[in-house]
């Protein structure tokens, strides 16, 4: 009886450590997806500013 009890107990954290470790590396993976979408387009505003600041300084007066 006791044995069974604890064998169970040990699977439960087993499961719940695993969840939770599965849980924090989906987290991680979305935020850092996230990250790179914003960063992406930043650069891709940046890019598209440095041109317009580049036409505008090359039209000249």
Known sequence: MRRSFKLRYLYYLFVFEIKDYFYNFYVTTV??????????NLLIYLQNYHIQIYEWVTSGP
């Open 31 to 40: 935020s850092l997806h996230i990250l790179c979408k914003y960063l992406q």
